[in-house]
């Protein structure tokens, strides 16, 4: 029914602030077991590794169109095409589900590198 507010024309806008898809964003990539980030210390001095840290992500909007930068740390070995790939997928997926805002392009800058947990022998 036409006045009602159902007509989507009659709503009104939506704004999305950059904060709300940089948060969707490195809540994304951050679900992945594989990625970490740097945590604390103070420009650069006491920083540790951390896989349960958000990556900082880096949010250009322009319309319904945001071109996402983010740093993580990975963990190895592993395929790291791969690894980022989902990574990429993730973001791409949930910034269109919960935003509608669509993600192009993602760019990923690996800055280090974690050795997995040493799988424990059993004599």
Do not use: C, Y
């Amino acid at each position: 029914m036409i006045g009602d507010g159902t007509d989507p024309a009659q709503r009104g806008r939506l704004n999305i602030d950059v904060k709300v898809i940089q948060r969707i964003a490195a809540k994304a990539a951050a679900r992945h077991p594989h990625v970490g980030a740097s945590s604390g210390g103070l420009l650069g001095i006491g920083e540790k590794r951390d896989f349960g840290a958000l990556p900082p992500v880096e949010v250009n909007l322009a319309g319904n169109i945001a071109s996402v930068k983010l740093k993580v740390g990975i963990r190895f070995p592993a395929n790291l095409r791969n690894i980022t790939a989902e990574i990429r997928d993730g973001i791409v997926n949930d910034l269109q589900r919960f935003t509608g805002v669509t993600a192009a392009p993602v760019d990923i800058d690996i800055q280090w590198l974690e050795n997995a947990p040493a799988a424990r022998r059993i004599l």
